[in-house]
């Protein structure tokens, strides 16, 4: 049991909450933001550093066993996400210094800013469904509210589409949670994966399977779940477009890739011939999209669209090689959009 993999939850939410007690001291919200994001980094180190040298790390809440309690879970691929999202959260909290106006921080950038983090870090390091839910609606609520912030006509229009999507992406999330709970009694993800290798309600799986695809191909910007992205991600100050396009849609992705490499493997000619026709086709639409775009944001929004469906296909293929070339790329992509946002 490790204390470590907790570590990228309490620090956003412990900076979130010293920046809210600052409410009325910019100057005081602002370091405190660039320094929770910098411990959110270390963290990030040691824990990758520990998940390399010691294995997969756990935590249980409560000390309660799996698969009744709350369990934190942090192997390789969740301690480089969370690294990665932490490099992320330090490069776009020094950038907002120089970009985001007095008027947004004054209503309460930065508390959303790393209440974000948390909600991200918490989805790469839950063990449970449930808590991925959790997760993606902390998420939800902050990234609404940072899109929105400001009241500018075109983000207002932009984060109706975006909150709305995502609305329907939850609902149908809890509904399919709801279902895979009656028929399995855990939504622990080991013991789901477990259950799932017994041949598990082999009528209702591939239905589940389906709902699952939807729910998380609507966070990850799929086709043809896609058109809130490039609404949506252009109207925001550049800060906020930037970690919006390094982490948000990278959490569907990799929910994707804990849900068809663990749970749904039964059926694989229906479930991941399914996802590869989607990732081919959300290939194509986003760099068509992208080809009839006159303005940056919007072009490198059309082609998040389509990198989304790079990384997708590598895990419709289910191979070794596959699944290696979409970490790999899910990895790059999350340095080098945020990087193409700010600096474009």
């Not at 990758?48 to 934190?72: C, D, H, K, N, Y």
């Not at 855990?186 to 591939?206: C, Q």
């Amino acid at each position: 049991m490790s204390a470590l993999v907790v570590l990228p939850i309490l620090v956003p939410l412990a900076t979130a909450i010293a920046c809210l007690l600052a409410w009325r001291r910019r100057g005081l919200q602002r370091t405190l933001s660039v320094a929770g994001a910098a411990v959110l980094l270390g963290a990030a180190i040691l824990l990758l550093i520990e998940a390399s040298s010691e294995g997969i790390q756990v935590m249980r809440a409560g000390s309660w066993p799996a698969p009744f309690g709350i369990t934190l879970v942090a192997d390789l691929l969740a301690a480089i996400m969370v690294l990665l999202t932490g490099l992320t959260g330090l490069a776009v909290a020094v950038y907002s210094l120089g970009s985001v106006d007095e008027r947004r921080e004054a209503h309460g950038y930065h508390v959303l800013y790393h209440v974000l983090l948390m909600g991200v870090c918490g989805a790469f390091l839950t063990g449970d469904l449930f808590n991925l839910y959790v997760s993606f609606e902390v998420m939800l609520l902050a990234s609404f509210v940072l899109l929105a912030l400001g009241g500018e006509k075109a983000q207002l229009e932009g984060g109706v589409k975006y909150v709305t999507l995502n609305l329907i992406s939850s609902a149908i999330f809890l509904a399919a949670v709801g279902v895979l709970y009656g028929i399995a009694g855990t939504l622990n993800m080991a013991d789901l994966a477990r259950a799932a290798s017994l041949g598990l309600a082999p009528d209702l799986i591939p239905v589940l399977a389906v709902l699952f695809l939807v729910a998380f191909g609507i966070k990850a910007a799929l086709f043809p779940f896609f058109f809130w992205l490039p609404a949506s991600y252009h109207t925001p100050p550049i800060a906020v477009s930037a970690v919006f396009a390094g982490l948000l849609t990278k959490v569907g992705v990799y929910a994707l890739m804990r849900a068809f490499t663990l749970i749904f493997v039964g059926d694989t000619a229906l479930t991941h011939g399914l996802i590869l026709v989607v990732a081919g086709l959300t290939m194509v639409t986003g760099v068509l999209g992208a080809a009839a775009q006159m303005e940056y944001r919007r072009v490198l929004s059309f082609h998040i669209v389509s990198q989304i469906g790079y990384m997708v296909m590598g895990l419709g293929l289910l191979t070794p090689l596959g699944l290696a070339g979409s970490v790999f790329y899910l990895m790059h992509h999350i340095v080098v959009k945020t990087n193409l946002f700010l600096v474009g």
